[in-house]
């Protein structure tokens, strides 16, 4: 049951509450991309290849989905508080699965685990940040949750490589960090004001997939971009330090978290600059960034440019913000505000299967026909995904002036 409860004296609101949560929003989500520059240290130890790489890293798409599902909506009805410690529980007991002896199922069940408190947070942390922050303020506490999401995302690899290069090899050390930080993020939450009152009887089924016949033109369309720019996130994040060892001969994990820093910053700049622009303007203009940015990486790849696939980086991460942003506005927008919930779980079920199943392709035809090849082949069908996404766009246009258009008379 949300209501506008009035906050308990003591307790941080408002801005001050809102920046609380957003510090452990960040935290959590860093533990999802943390391994990202461990992945060749994980496969040279244990001897796996490139595709089990992938499907490590895929794992954490299946702990996302169910804790979208199944957990996303429960703030709603207990409070956002008690659900964010939780998200920051999952991600915490992630970090304990990373630090238990290296093994092949402790890390599937350390990303999955981090999957499930990636998907709480998503909704419920940013809900939380909007909740607390002035009324006044709305858009700027959604696009500062925006920006902690991606941000956190993409710093999570730069704290692995820093702690690589300046402490011990163990790859625990990463995690041990996390870990303290989780412990004091979620120390620090306790201190926020509760925004929603708990119902007597709250109503816990998981949600189920849905879309209204009315929504699905605007979904389809939306959901192929968000799908297309959530799998260059998923490439980048997965496979990335493969490319710079292996295609580019640089194996800095400093540099692999800068890369995907660079990524993940950028996309937090189109999401900022799409605030400022309709729908109809900032999804194709993301979609045409997204081809021109995989076409950069295609490139670099087939050049061994480490300044094109940089330059790829940042033109595809604006792009993905431009289009993610704007999808998920437009398919709000399209669905009545009773069905938005399940609405909006489905868009992101679509999304992460983007960061999935794409890259877990990449990473089987890489096993086949080599690591280059495999990227510029990934490249082309996130390019051509985007251009269909914008030629949906562009018919839907059409038929809309065909339909507002006025018979002639006479």
């Known amino acids: 049951m949300i209501t506008s409860p009035r906050l308990p004296v003591g307790r941080a609101s408002g801005w001050t509450g809102a920046l609380l949560v957003g510090l452990a929003f960040a935290v959590g989500m860093a533990g999802a991309t943390l391994p990202t520059p461990l992945y060749p240290v994980y496969a040279d130890r244990l001897g796996f290849g490139e595709l089990t790489v992938t499907l490590v890293f895929s794992a954490y798409?299946?702990?996302?989905?169910?804790?979208?599902?199944?957990?996303?909506?429960?703030?709603?009805?207990?409070?956002?508080?008690?659900?964010?410690l939780a998200g920051l529980g999952f991600s915490l007991l992630s970090a304990v699965c990373f630090l238990l002896p290296l093994a092949l199922p402790w890390l599937y069940a350390g990303r999955v685990l981090s999957g499930v408190s990636a998907g709480i947070l998503t909704g419920t942390a940013t809900a939380y940040v909007v909740d607390l922050a002035p009324a006044s303020s709305s858009g700027r506490a959604s696009l500062l949750a925006a920006g902690v999401n991606m941000g956190g995302l993409g710093v999570g690899p730069l704290l692995t490589g820093v702690l690589m290069v300046s402490g011990p090899s163990d790859t625990r050390l990463t995690y041990a960090v996390h870990l303290v930080l989780t412990v004091v993020?979620?120390?620090?939450?306790?201190?926020?004001?509760?925004?929603?009152?708990?119902?007597?009887?709250?109503?816990?089924?998981?949600?189920?997939?849905?879309?209204?016949?009315?929504?699905?033109?605007?979904?389809?369309?939306?959901?192929?971009?968000?799908?297309?720019?959530?799998a260059v996130l998923g490439l980048f994040t997965a496979v990335s330090p493969a490319f710079l060892a292996d295609v580019l001969g640089r194996d800095s994990p400093v540099l692999v978290g800068l890369v995907v820093l660079l990524l993940f910053g950028s996309s937090v700049v189109g999401q900022a600059v799409s605030t400022g622009m309709g729908t109809d303007r900032s999804l194709p203009l993301g979609c045409v960034l997204l081809v021109l940015g995989m076409a950069a990486v295609a490139w670099a790849l087939a050049t061994a440019s480490l300044g094109w696939l940089c330059g790829g980086a940042v033109v595809a991460g604006v792009g993905q913000g431009l289009s993610f942003r704007a999808g998920l506005a437009g398919v709000t927008a399209a669905t009545p505000e009773e069905q938005r919930g399940a609405v909006?779980?489905?868009?992101?079920?679509?999304?992460?299967?983007?960061?999935?199943?794409?890259?877990?392709g990449e990473g089987a035809l890489a096993s086949a026909v080599g690591l280059r090849p495999a990227g510029i082949a990934f490249s082309v069908l996130v390019g051509v995904m985007a251009v269909v996404a914008v030629v949906l766009l562009l018919r839907q246009r059409n038929r809309a002036a065909e339909t507002t258009t006025p018979a002639p008379t006479g």
């Open 344 to 360: 909006t779980s489905t868009f992101f079920v679509a999304l992460y299967v983007g960061i999935s199943f794409p890259v877990i």
């Open 61 to 84: 798409a299946v702990g996302v989905t169910g804790g979208l599902l199944l957990l996303g909506h429960w703030s709603d009805q207990l409070g956002r508080r008690p659900v964010v």
């Open 185 to 230: 993020a979620a120390a620090l939450l306790l201190g926020v004001a509760e925004t929603v009152t708990r119902s007597r009887e709250p109503s816990l089924r998981p949600r189920r997939l849905h879309v209204p016949v009315g929504a699905r033109a605007v979904f389809l369309r939306s959901a192929i971009a968000g799908f297309a720019g959530f």
